[in-house]
Nanobody, 126 residues
């Protein structure tokens, strides 16, 4: 199983980026896929999750209204559209997969995830 994250870059405050996570070695009705991020000196935190069969989504509070997670089952890809970016969104973003159909109390727990991508850097300048 491999997850390949891409789409990061350098943008100004208020800009947009779309991250992609291409999955190989499993189908997109696997369970759940979540985007995490880790800023320098900080803990890795969950940003947004999608249950790949039902399409149920979860977002951290700071991402609500700005980020949108989606999936294209035919392309085996999960996207994270990020709008109105802020300097505090600067981090390495990772996608991760779990067989579980996570729920609101578990989606953000990184110990639930079996497979991780390599990360893509997002830098938002002020």
């Amino acid at each position: 199983v491999q997850l390949q994250a891409s789409g990061g870059g350098l943008v100004q405050t208020g800009g947009s980026l779309r991250l992609s996570c291409v999955v190989s070695g499993l189908t997109l009705d696997y369970g759940s896929i979540t985007w995490f991020r880790q800023a320098p000196g900080k803990e890795r935190e969950a940003v947004s999750c999608i249950r790949t069969r039902s399409g149920v989504t979860y977002y951290r509070q700071s991402a609500k209204g700005r980020f949108t997670i989606s999936r294209d089952n035919a392309k085996l890809t999960v996207y994270l559209q990020m709008n109105s970016l802020k300097p505090e969104d600067t981090a390495v973003y990772y996608c991760a997969a779990t067989r579980q159909n996570v729920i609101s109390s578990s989606w953000h727990d990184r110990t639930n995830y079996d497979h991780w991508g390599q990360g893509t850097q997002v830098t938002v300048s002020s």
